[in-house]
């Protein structure tokens, strides 16, 4: 990946999204950084870092967000979708409101910036969108029906980008993952909480390896654990 590419990264003040940023601004690379709260936003690199304080569950939102990138960098190669919630509820207890949540920060986010950046990528000709589809545990997770169900939901997405995109010159790649340590588990009690978790660094540089294709070339799916 050229040092010179702009990378917009949703989810970017926390846990992977922090990670991701980081190292994408130690590798020279231009970061344009997307959350609900700049509280723990990692400190500016002069011209090279932009942080955007917006909810992207909004489409309205998300535009603005590529309006912002564009106006500062002029354009943008790279999106990559860290933002995301965990909810452990069995059905018999969950409520509406828990799968309208889930859908909004684990669907609605990725899918509304993807849909905002979309036009943009197609004039350029180029970019590439990197998402994390879910953990690779997911289907053995007990009692999370709200996070399975919107996660398998962007993964049907997912599938539909790649066939309507295939003779476009815009990448997508899939990274699914174990267990990272992040703030994902703090709130969440089951016994899939417990065990080794990975760092951030390493899904960080899992992105990273995402990126590092020629122009012929895309890793399609990759599983870390």
């Known amino acids: ?39 723990k936003a990692i400190p500016s690199f002069r011209n090279h870092y932009l942080p955007i304080v917006r909810n992207i569950k909004d489409y309205t939102d998300a535009e603005r967000v590529t309006e912002l990138a564009i106006e500062r960098f002029k354009r943008i190669d790279i999106v990559i979708h860290a933002v995301g919630k965990g909810l452990i509820r069995n059905v018999q207890t969950s409520q ?18 993807t849909q905002a950046l979309l036009p943009h990528f197609l004039r350029q000709q180029h970019g590439q969108m990197i998402f994390f589809p879910g953990i690779s545990c997911c289907p053995e997770l007990s009692s999370s029906a709200s996070y399975c169900a919107a996660k398998t939901a962007l993964k049907a997405y997912i599938s539909c980008l790649r066939t309507d995109l295939k003779d476009s010159n815009i990448k ?45 070339s895309i890793l399609t799916e990759l599983e870390l654990n």
């Open 96 to 113: 509406p409101e828990d799968f309208e949540r889930m859908m909004r920060d684990n669907f609605y986010a990725p899918v509304y910036m």
């Open 172 to 216: 997508i790649s899939s990274l699914n993952l174990g267990k990272v340590d992040t703030d994902f588990w703090a709130h969440l009690k089951c016994d899939e909480t417990s065990g080794k978790k990975m760092p951030t660094g390493d899904a960080a540089r899992a992105v990273w390896l995402a990126m590092q294709t020629n122009q012929n």
């Open 1 to 39: 990946m050229s040092a010179e590419k702009v990378v917009l990264i949703t989810g970017a003040f926390s846990g992977i999204g922090k990670a991701i940023s980081e190292l994408m601004m130690q590798a020279g690379a231009k970061v344009v950084a997307v959350g609900r709260n700049d509280t």
